[in-house]
T-cell receptor
Framework: NAGVTQTPKFRILKIGQSMTLQCAQDMNHNYMYWYRQDPGMGLKLIYYSVGAGITDKGEVPNGYNVSRSTTEDFPLRLELAAPSQTSVYFC????????????FGPGTRLTVT | GNSVTQMEGPVTLSEEAFLTINCTYTATGYPSLFWYVQYPGEGLQLLLKATKADDKGSNKGFEATYRKETTSFHLEKGSVQVSDSAVYFCALDTGGFKTIFGAGTRLFVKA
């Protein structure tokens, strides 16, 4: 199993550009999450999904969009990138019960200049 | 609401010192409790977990005991190594859609 994979690993965007961060998991997990981690800080939840076709906002959804057309994939779209979106983005998945941990991808380091 | 509070860092220790990172929680019901570790440049990974009161989770020399009476889940290790330098996150899950993470505690271990 590859677990949770994310692409790209690094990206530099100019202000106003758009991009999609890719996330895929091969564990057949229903729950998937997007977090951002600013330098020296903890995690903030952007969006989450409890299954294909179902998504909901987390703490900091503004400036982002998600879709979940399959169980495996959960892409995060940034429209009109702003410097405040400079961060490391982590995708995670979970089997969906309280006893199961979250599995994290390696992260995408995004800089907006 | 549910929340996790962990001690602020950074924590700086010499190799072979004893480590404690405090974690307390507020939750309705009976949550599962977790410690995650984040090594530099990587994502979080599970270090250990406990799913009911008085359970002890352990892994790689780290231990934490689920104390319902004090709503705590403190992380301990008897003798830290330089390779333990990382950020440690305490977390809880009540079976809802979201895991609640603490703010993280950065640990530096000096040789």
């Amino acid at each position: 199993n590859a677990g949770v994979t994310q692409t790209p690993k690094f990206r530099i965007l100019k202000i106003g550009q758009s991009m999609t961060l890719q996330c895929a998991q091969d564990m057949n997990h229903n729950y998937m999450y997007w977090y951002r981690q600013d330098p020296g800080m903890g995690l903030k939840l952007i969006y989450y999904s409890v299954g294909a076709g179902i998504t909901d906002k987390g703490e900091v959804p503004n400036g982002y969009n998600v879709s979940r057309s399959t169980t495996e994939d959960f892409p995060l779209r940034l429209e009109l990138a702003a410097p405040s979106q400079t961060s490391v983005y982590f995708c995670a998945s979970n089997a969906g019960t309280a006893r199961n941990e979250q599995y994290f991808g390696p992260g995408t380091r995004l800089t907006v200049t | 609401g549910n929340s996790v509070t962990q001690m602020e860092g950074p924590v700086t220790l010499s190799e072979e010192a004893f480590l404690t990172i405090n974690c307390t929680y507020t939750a309705t019901g009976y949550p599962s409790l977790f410690w995650y570790v984040q090594y530099p440049g990587e994502g979080l990974q599970l270090l250990l977990k406990a799913t009911k009161a008085d359970d002890k989770g352990s892994n790689k020399g780290f231990e934490a005991t689920y104390r319902k009476e004090t709503t705590s889940f403190h992380l301990e290790k008897g003798s830290v190594q330089v390779s333990d330098s990382a950020v440690y996150f305490c977390a809880l899950d009540t079976g809802g859609f979201k895991t609640i993470f603490g703010a993280g505690t950065r640990l530096f271990v000096k040789a």
